[in-house]
Structures are given as C-alpha cells and as structure tokens.
C-alpha cells in the first residue's frame, strides 16, 4: 500500500500507478456530479464550458448558500456543506464519462460495478471511497467553489470547487481489475454459505 499527493489534472500513468487499498489526497480542483448533470450531459446531449480531462469528479449535490459574487465566492455560492452520495445508481455513465471528458477518477461512496471496473481497466482510471458520514469533515477540504455550470440543475449543477488536503482517500477499485467491493462480496457469499451449512440449510 501507497499513499499519493496527486495535483489535478493527472496523466494516465498517473491514474495506473494507484492500486486497491492504496490512498490518495487530492490538490487544486474537484468538480462535483450528480444524476441531474449526468442526464444532461449523456442522455440529452448538453454540453459543459469545463476542461475536464485528467481531473476527478465526486458524487455531490451540496448544500451552498447563494452570496453575492466576490473574490471571495467568484461563483456566487459559500459552501454549506459538501457530502457525498451513493455512486452505483450512476454506474451507466462511467464509460461516457471517461471517453467523453476525459475524467480520471471517480469519488464516492458504495462503490460501482463491473461496467465501471472495466472502464478504469481499459482507459485508465479509479474509483476514490469515502466513508459516508463524513460530509462535515469533507466540506472543510473545500476552499471554494470557483465555478458553476448547467446551474439550471442546481443542487445537481455540475461544481467547480477548489480544494485543499481533499483525503485520504481509498483507492477502492483500480485500473488493474482491483476491486474492494468484489473481495467484500466473494468473502460475504463465501461467510453466508458456511453460516447456512452450519444451521443445517440449503439454498
């Protein structure tokens, strides 16, 4: 296991180095996603002002509170409270989301499934965990968001946020066919069967 300090935007070699259970802490810029902006942008074929090539998304509708345009909050919004929501209900945007923007890494909680796994394998990338409960200590990684796009969508607006020390983070699925999630069903199937043997039961 490894630990990295990674600057966004990142490299393909970059996003190959890291390994399941590794952890890593990003700089400089996170842009928040969610269903709504996923929907406008892949099924009815809207398009961003963002550069998203080589950066990391999370799976966000945060919390912010409208304030006056300022160097201060550039964007017009304070953060509230930026949380993290659960990631498999987006599984069918992975591939999209890493041929058509150039995404690296994907942040959330809950982990996704093979269509994702074999999106980071092939283009290079992985999934980032974050414990869910945690939304507090998040928000305090976030310094500012500097920038809003399809804000007619808001909370689910697509967020440009700067962050600072955002981490760690588990490297929880890999572009190697690494998957925590994968281990944790293989030992719960491996557990249930035992415990169902032992109680004299058959499925």
Known sequence: MAHYELTMPVSETQARALRVNDTVTL????????????IALFDKGRHTRFDLNGHAVIHTAPN???VPVSAEHPAGYAPV???TTTSDR???FTRALMTQTGVRFIVG?????????????????????????????ET????????????????????????????????????HGGSLYTEVNAKVATNRAAALARLGLTV
């Open 81 to 83: 409270c930026i949380g």
């Open 64 to 66: 912010v509170k409208k």
């Open 109 to 137: 909680k809950g982990g996704m499934r093979e269509g994702s796994l074999a999106a980071f394998g092939e283009i290079g990338g992985a999934y980032l965990a974050i414990i869910g409960g945690t939304a507090a200590l």
């Open 140 to 175: 305090t990684w976030v310094e500012q968001i500097e920038d809003v796009d399809l804000d007619d969508l808001n909370p689910e607006s697509l967020w440009k946020f700067r962050i600072r020390n955002f981490g760690p983070l588990l490297v929880a699925m890999d572009s």
């Open 27 to 38: 700089q400089t810029t996170l842009y928040g996603i969610r269903d709504a902006s996923y």
């Open 90 to 92: 987006m599984e069918r």
